[in-house]
Structure formats: C-alpha cells, structure tokens
C-alpha cells in the first residue's frame, strides 16, 4: 500500500517573512494528517526558517534543485551537505530546471546520484512537451528521460526514490491532464521500472502527478490506482488552497 504523497513546490516566489507564515499556517492547518506524506520545498534562502518552523510537525521540507558536487569553487550552488541539515527530499530535473537552466538528463543523472550519497530523497521530474504529447512521442520521451535520469540506479536507490510526472503544458497553464491522461502514463512508468527493477520495486514507487493541481480537481486524478500524490506549484503558495488539497 503506497501511502500518498503531497508536496508544495514554491518554485522562486516567498521571502522568508512570508515563507515562515506560510508554513505556520499549513502546520496548524494540517496537524492531524497522518494517511499522507507532506512535503513543502521553500526558496533556499527560506530553508533553514521554515525547517525551524516545522520540525517538531508533521509537515517535512524539500528543496527544488541541488549541486551535483560536494563543495568547492562553484558560485553560486548550493551542495547537498548543505541541505542536509533541513532537507529530507529535494526536488530535481524540474522541467524549469530544464528548460531556462540548460539541465539534461546527464545531469539530472549526476544529482540524483549524489542526492542519494547523501542521504536525500529525490523527487525526480520527467514530463513531455505538447509539442512531443502532440506528435506521439510521449511514451518514449518518459522512456528515456526514466532511462537517462536513473543510469546506475540500484535496487536500493530507486526504493528512495519519488518520480513526479509533470506533463510540461500542465505546469502553470490551468490545463490539468485528465486522470486518464495521467494516470496512462503513471502505468507506463511503472512498468518501465519493473522492467529494469522487478515488481516489488515498481509496486512500492510513488508515483506523483504534478500540472494545475487544484483543490477540485486532487480527487478524481489521486482516485486513479497508479497515481500516489501530487506535487503543486501554484496552488501550494496559499495555505487554505494548499490545505485543501491535502485534505480533499
Ligand atoms: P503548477 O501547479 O503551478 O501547474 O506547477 C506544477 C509544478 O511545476 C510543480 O512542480
């Protein structure tokens, strides 16, 4: 039984003022929530206050992208020992990430890898254009990105780790997939990973749908058998929205 997780991306917006406020309202808000995993992945200037925020709560924090390296002469990055002392999942190969920052799989590949040295869990990101939706080519385009993103992965490693597929022109649009979109995909992922990992590996991946996840429309894609959480942009920046969503 996969219990189902929800994760609040706040991609760059919230200083720490508001970031803290915004936590203090989910921690009371969803205080009694124990059938599901919540995750919030602040800015990173708002990591350490949120982590204090929230610590003793039922409410665990993210952040949205990491270094591929440990330490050193690379300015302006931020490395996993460093998210460490707050972060328990980081999120990686955003389509953001992707699309204005130049990350590709290879590189996605290498964060994922030392996430994990680090005893991070990473939520890793994969998802089609319309474009490539459009052209039929959704199936391989998740093939690859599974393929290219967990090279090397162990079965060990992929018992750590969440997969969101975010359709890119679900992100931000207001056109969610349908469940039925979504969750043919969520099927097809799955089997990638029992291909490569066996059964018991693919049965206990959570799977997440992220792409205009709202307050009415949570319930119909997470009924869907193979979908097990959602991650939010958008409508995780307001507390009652974000709530909501856990709650539906
Ligand atoms: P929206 O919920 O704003 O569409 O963003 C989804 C997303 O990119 C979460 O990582």
Not at 184 to 203: N, W
Request: hydrophobic content about 35%.
């Amino acid at each position: 039984m996969r219990k189902l997780f929800i994760a609040g991306n706040w991609k760059m917006n919230k200083n720490v003022k508001e970031s803290v406020s915004l936590a203090k309202s989910l921690i009371n808000r969803l205080k009694d929530v124990q059938d599901k995993d919540v995750v919030v992945c602040p800015a990173f200037t708002a990591l350490s206050q949120v982590y204090e925020e929230v610590k003793d709560s039922n409410v665990k924090v993210g952040a949205q992208n990491m270094s591929f390296e440990d330490e050193g002469a690379y300015t302006g990055e931020i490395s996993p020992r460093m998210l460490k002392d707050f972060c328990e999942y980081v999120i990686l190969g955003h389509s953001e990430r992707r699309q204005y920052f130049g990350e590709d799989d290879e590189i996605v590949n290498k964060k994922v890898k030392k996430a994990l040295e680090h005893g991070l869990k990473p939520i890793l990101c994969i998802g089609e254009t319309l474009e490539e939706r459009d052209g039929d080519k959704t199936f391989d385009i998740i093939e690859s990105q599974l393929k290219k993103s967990l090279k090397n992965m162990d079965k060990n490693d992929m018992k750590k780790i969440i997969i969101a597929y975010e359709p890119i022109w679900a992100i931000g649009t207001g056109k969610t997939a349908t469940p039925e979109q979504a969750e043919e995909v969520h099927v097809f992922i799955r089997k990638v990973i029992k291909k490569s990992y066996g059964d018991e590996i693919a049965s206990e991946l959570r799977i997440l749908y992220g792409g205009s996840v709202k307050p009415d429309n949570v319930k119909t894609l997470m009924e869907k058998e193979d979908i097990d959480g959602a991650l939010v942009g958008g409508a995780s920046l307001d507390a009652e929205s974000f709530s909501g969503i856990v709650d539906f």
